[in-house]
């Protein structure tokens, strides 16, 4: 069979803010990427260190690589990690990066407050369907759930639903699009997940990268 040799170490991260805000921690370990996601369709990132490689991922398929050991740890937002489950996830670290908030939002001339007070039956959309389930179950509140995998904020502009529950960072998303926030469900911010037979198996590597990022973490106001 022909095989490509495989550096000892393979990280899982998802393009955009993730993949920049774990730079930081990389360098902080003496690591550098050495290709930019932003310019090369490259999905196989070489590093620095001949023993690490990046793969690039969807954000929402980080914790089913590392589950499965197509990544020996990956990067990932709390959001994310609860509607996967965690299953087979080792989560050493929270890297306190990428930080925003899941939200309830409407559109600014929906009554949201006398809607849960009178009981009504609301139609939420969401990618989150695990914690807006929980969160609207808690509060008791009746809620029809309409997945949707993007562009959630045109839900309730279109009629497709009367709220959604999405991430809110610097609340411009919802702001253009003439929606306001109506509920803080959590605060979310992206974690370190190690496949649990990486870590028993490349134990040195493995535990020298979460000592690194451990000390940043702890060091960064
Ligand atoms: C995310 C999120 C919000 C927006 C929040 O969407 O779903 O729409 O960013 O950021 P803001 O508060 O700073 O405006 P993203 O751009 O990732 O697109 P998607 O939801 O279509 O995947
Ligand atoms: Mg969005």
Same mark, same amino acid.
């Given at each position: 069979m022909n095989t490509v040799a495989k550096p000892a170490i393979t990280l899982a991260l998802s393009k955009g803010r993730i993949f920049d805000e774990t730079l930081p921690l990389l360098k902080a370990a003496g690591i550098t990427v050495l290709e930019d996601p932003e310019k090369s369709r490259k999905l196989i990132l070489p590093t620095s260190n001949p023993d690490l490689q990046v793969v690039l991922v969807r954000a929402s398929d980080v914790p089913t690589y590392v589950q499965y050991g197509g990544a020996d740890l990956g990067v990932t937002g709390k959001d994310t990690l609860i509607e996967h489950g965690g299953q087979g996830l080792y989560q050493? &670290?929270? &890297?306190?990066?990428?930080r925003c908030r899941v939200s309830v939002a409407v559109r600014a001339d929906f009554d949201y407050a006398s809607a849960v007070r009178q009981g009504a039956r609301l139609k939420v959309a969401t990618k989150y369907v695990s914690i807006a389930r929980d969160f609207f179950a808690a509060k008791g509140v009746h809620v029809d759930l309409i997945k949707l995998?993007?562009?959630?904020?045109l839900a309730p502009l279109t009629g497709l639903a009367d709220a959604i529950v999405d991430l809110v960072s610097t609340g411009n998303t919802l702001k253009a699009n003439h929606l306001v926030e109506v509920e803080r469900i959590m605060d979310i911010s992206s974690r370190l997940v190690v496949n649990q037979a990486a870590l028993k198996l490349k134990q040195e590597p493995i535990r020298h990268l979460i000592d690194v990022f451990t000390k940043t973490v702890n060091a960064t106001p």
């Amino acid at each position: 069979m022909n095989t490509v040799a495989k550096p000892a170490i393979t990280l899982a991260l998802s393009k955009g803010r993730i993949f920049d805000e774990t730079l930081p921690l990389l360098k902080a370990a003496g690591i550098t990427v050495l290709e930019d996601p932003e310019k090369s369709r490259k999905l196989i990132l070489p590093t620095s260190n001949p023993d690490l490689q990046v793969v690039l991922v969807r954000a929402s398929d980080v914790p089913t690589y590392v589950q499965y050991g197509g990544a020996d740890l990956g990067v990932t937002g709390k959001d994310t990690l609860i509607e996967h489950g965690g299953q087979g996830l080792y989560q050493p &670290l929270d &890297l306190q990066i990428a930080r925003c908030r899941v939200s309830v939002a409407v559109r600014a001339d929906f009554d949201y407050a006398s809607a849960v007070r009178q009981g009504a039956r609301l139609k939420v959309a969401t990618k989150y369907v695990s914690i807006a389930r929980d969160f609207f179950a808690a509060k008791g509140v009746h809620v029809d759930l309409i997945k949707l995998y993007g562009s959630m904020e045109l839900a309730p502009l279109t009629g497709l639903a009367d709220a959604i529950v999405d991430l809110v960072s610097t609340g411009n998303t919802l702001k253009a699009n003439h929606l306001v926030e109506v509920e803080r469900i959590m605060d979310i911010s992206s974690r370190l997940v190690v496949n649990q037979a990486a870590l028993k198996l490349k134990q040195e590597p493995i535990r020298h990268l979460i000592d690194v990022f451990t000390k940043t973490v702890n060091a960064t106001p």
